[in-house]
């Protein structure tokens, strides 16, 4: 610590005024504290338009759809099935089983990528409980997504069964509620292990008062920030050390990822959460290739770098591969 020098004040007074600067040494301020790594993942399925090319409608415009993000540098991909139906009319959620599904666009990407992604698979769907979360136990899946608002007969078991085969649960939470859900079901109950992996995804449309998971009305970029300053100060008063990604959703697309860039969070892009390209406008994106280049390059502007799929296995608390 420097030593100050005494002096009577008027003599101090008189000798500040003679050295007055109004500016401090930059260095006086410290470096904030943002990762300069960020893990970003995209969401390939398109449910949000079913005519642009945006929407993959077959398995292998899955794997064309994930392989372009992948080689452009995304640490993982996230596939989801729900509701989409491919060129024969089929339900790839309901008329092919789940393992048949994922299988057929992970073998393809494993054989060009090795291990250079990190496959995020939903469990959402089967007859059973068990064809459900067969994606994981047969090691398709490193990381799955449940949201604590769905049915506790199926989440609780669900979160439970994903730690038991080594995936790495993500809770996608959409609201506020949310997070009190997870924390009162999954984290105070010890059934989740640290590091805990959030997703947080607000901002979506809803068309019904009830639903298994609960919305936000986000219509502008008050309302945006408002939202997540929120869910992230009650994330991080749970657990500070919480990983936390971000969704693109809805029309605040990637506004919605910028500000979580800016705030040292992780970003999930594509279109499966929304079409829209810009909220200003009618814009839609092409593909998830032209949103993953402009989430890098915001990323890039703000001195962040996209995280290999290592450094995302290591972030979330999984080895390298």
């Known amino acids: 610590m420097n030593t100050i020098e005494k002096l009577p004040l008027w003599e101090a007074a008189q000798r500040e005024m003679e050295t007055y600067q109004f500016h401090a040494p930059s260095d006086v301020q410290p470096k904030w504290d943002v990762s300069q790594k960020i893990a970003i993942n995209v969401a390939v399925s398109g449910r949000f338009d079913g005519t642009g090319t945006s929407q993959p409608t077959s398995l292998q415009t899955y794997v064309d759809a994930a392989s372009d993000v992948i080689e452009a540098g995304a640490c993982g991909v996230h596939i989801d099935f729900t509701w989409v139906t491919d060129n024969q009319g089929r339900r790839l959620d309901r008329d092919l089983p789940p393992v048949e599904a994922y299988g057929t666009v992970l073998e393809p990407l494993r054989k060009r990528f090795g291990k250079d992604f990190v ?185 962040r770098k996209p995280a290999s799929a290592n450094e995302y296995r290591a972030l979330i608390g999984k080895p390298a591969r």
């Not at 136990?137 to 799955?144: F, I, M, Q, S």
């Not at 640290?194 to 449309?205: D, F, H, Q, T, V």
């Not at 920030?225 to 605040?252: E, K, N, W, Y």
Request: proline content about 6%.
């Open 119 to 303: 496959p995020n698979l939903n469990v959402l769907n089967g007859t059973t409980f068990d064809i459900c979360v067969s994606p994981a136990r047969e090691g398709l899946a490193e990381v799955a997504p449940c949201a604590p608002g769905h049915p506790d007969a199926f989440m609780v078991p669900a979160i439970q069964a994903l730690e038991d085969c080594g995936v790495k649960p993500e809770l996608a939470v959409h609201s506020s509620g949310e997070i009190e859900l997870a924390k009162r079901k999954l984290i105070d109950t010890g059934i989740l292990k640290k590091p805990y992996n959030w997703l947080i995804l607000y901002g979506l449309p809803f068309n019904g008062g009830r639903s298994l998971i609960s919305g936000t009305w986000v219509s502008n970029a008050q309302d945006m920030a408002r939202h997540l300053f929120l869910m992230v100060d009650q994330i991080r008063s749970i657990d500070p050390t919480s990983v936390m990604s971000v969704c693109a959703a809805g029309r605040a697309s990637l506004y919605m990822t910028t500000l979580a860039t800016m705030m040292g969070l992780h970003i999930r892009v594509g279109t499966e959460d929304t079409p829209w390209k810009y909220p200003n406008s009618d814009e839609r994106l092409k593909d998830n290739l032209e949103m993953f280049k402009m989430a890098k390059d915001i990323a890039e502007l703000h001195g």
